[in-house]
């Protein structure tokens, strides 16, 4: 299956993703994860202050699109070779209101993948791009050449994201292996604190002032 691997990550390259990586992990059945890393533009971030703006609103939507497309791609590639799949959408909560969950976490695939690591922003830390990308998961039960985790931790603590949070949502903890589940974030303090301040920019959806001081720090580090 290396063959296929290597040729489903060009194509998904060549049709808009910045990385794509391969992880051993489960939804139901399908035993292994396509995982898709969407860059997003560094002047669209850079843009973000004490407030998100609506181009980032724009951006974030348009990524979005771009993920789901290419998860229906990726389905289609594997559909091919006679493989089932399953994409989670870019952004859904599912389970109702104040649940705060997807179907599937892309963070978790993408770690499993090798593309990076979660910081104290409990966002996903590309290796090369940061945290300002946004993620894609398509789930198969094809045999894949998958990645493993990396050994070294891309945050160094900095803790500009924990002092910058307007909600004071981020407890300041670190993720680690002992507790990889241990939650980084108050998920109802970030949600309720974009519904109250960002309703008009982005319907409640978006801030990135996390991902924003962390991506100025990765820059310059
Ligand atoms: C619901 C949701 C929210 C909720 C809850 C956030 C949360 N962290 O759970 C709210 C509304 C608060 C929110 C806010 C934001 N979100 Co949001 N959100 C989602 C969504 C749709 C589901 C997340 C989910 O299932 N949460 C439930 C908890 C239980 O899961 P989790 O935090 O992902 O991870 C848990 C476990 O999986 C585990 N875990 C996490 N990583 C790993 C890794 C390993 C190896 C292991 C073993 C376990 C593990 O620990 C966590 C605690 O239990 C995802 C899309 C998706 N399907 O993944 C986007 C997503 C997480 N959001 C994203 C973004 C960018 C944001 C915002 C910046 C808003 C914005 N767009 O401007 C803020 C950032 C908040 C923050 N600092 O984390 C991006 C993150 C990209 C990145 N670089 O990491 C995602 C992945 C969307 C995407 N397609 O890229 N979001």
Redesign the pocket.
Known sequence: MEQFTKELKEYLIQNGASDVGFAKVSYESLNYAVSIVVKLSDFVISQIDTA?TYT?FNH?KTA?AL?DRLGLLCGQKIETQGGLYFP??????VNGHNT?????????AA??AGLGT?GK??????HTFG???????VFTNLPLSVGE?LSRDLCDGCNL?VKH?PAQ??YGKS?S?DD??????D?KA??DY?KKQFMHI?RG????I??KQCVEHFRIK
Do not use: D
């Open positions: 998100p980032y974030y979005n993920i989670i959408p870019a952004s859904q909560t705060y969950a997807g179907e599937y976490s892309h963070k978790k770690v499993y979660i922003n409990a966002l996903f830390l590309h945290p300002a990308v946004r993620l894609g998961t985790p994201c949070c949502a981020l993720f292996w990889p589940n241990a939650s980084l974030l998920r970030c949600s974009m982005g959806s978006v801030c990135g996390c991902m």
